[in-house]
């Protein structure tokens, strides 16, 4: 089935990148990854098979120096990676598999990852003409996120951090407010990764990317911002997705 729904000019690409997941389910090691000799013996078979080479004296499974490295059970990213081809959301993949949806979606990035490098033809296509499909749960975490960013955006009158009074107003355009009471002024965001962050008018424009699954350089030549903002500002994002009770979004923008 799975070559029903790759391109046939991919099938070969497909083939070997297939090869290399069977390799590495069934830990087929026939040279040392570091010196490329083929002396070396086992030293212990739980949970992988680790290896120690003779001639540079380094230890090694068959995912190190590859993308994969300390992502076992390897067996896993057969699955993940055909289960994706035929459109399956992460949430229904990790269901199958028994395990958390960021550790899914850490493997598909992995997969990602070693087809960039060894199989770009096919990565383009895999990255490219598949659509990352958002689950119930994400959407509604996704709408939630907008709503509590909005919210903040376009408060009027929260209550003073000093004296808890509601007789308070905004200043400036952002979240600043200064007490009628008191008379002091306040951030209601002092206390969180979003202090200082600029351009508050991109906000959400922001989290809309990082949800679609744009990665950093789509996001950088959409907004403008050079490659450290875009990390700091994901990073910063995902924070207060966990702060909001938020982890499957949060767990899905980090590996996007």
């Not at 089935?1 to 389910?25: G, Q, S, T």
């Not at 493997?107 to 958002?134: E, F, M």
Request: proline share 3%; aromatic share 10%; net charge positive.
């Amino acid at each position: 089935m799975i070559y029903e729904l790759v391109p046939i000019e991919l099938h070969d690409e497909l083939n070997k990148f297939r090869h290399d997941l069977e390799k590495m389910a069934s830990q087929h090691i026939e040279v040392c990854p570091f010196c490329q000799q083929n002396e070396f013996y086992l030293i212990r078979s739980k949970p992988t098979n680790t290896y120690r080479c003779k001639a540079c004296d380094k230890y090694f499974n068959v995912a190190s120096n590859t993308s994969f490295n300390r992502l076992s059970p390897f067996d896993w990213l057969e699955t993940i990676f055909t289960s994706r081809i035929a459109n399956k959301s992460y949430q229904t993949i990790a269901k199958k598999l028994g395990c958390t949806l960021e550790k899914v979606m850490r493997r598909d990035q992995a997969i990602v990852d070693h087809l960039k490098s060894y199989y770009p033809l096919l990565n383009k296509w895999y990255t490219g003409a598949k659509q990352l499909k958002i689950t119930p749960t994400l959407t509604k975490q996704h709408q939630i996120m907008i709503e509590k960013v909005t919210s903040l955006l376009n408060e009027q009158s929260p209550v003073c951090l000093y004296c808890s009074s509601t007789e308070t107003t905004k200043v400036g355009k952002r979240t600043c407010y200064r007490c009628k009471r008191c008379r002091r002024s306040f951030n209601i965001l002092s206390d969180t990764i979003l202090n200082r962050l600029p351009k508050s008018e991109l906000w959400i424009e922001f989290i809309n990317s990082l949800v679609s699954g744009k990665n950093n350089m789509q996001i950088q030549t959409e907004l403008g911002f050079n490659g450290n903002t875009v990390n700091h500002w994901r990073n910063a994002w995902c924070e207060m997705m966990k702060r909001w009770n938020l982890e499957d979004l949060a767990n899905w923008c980090q590996c996007h």
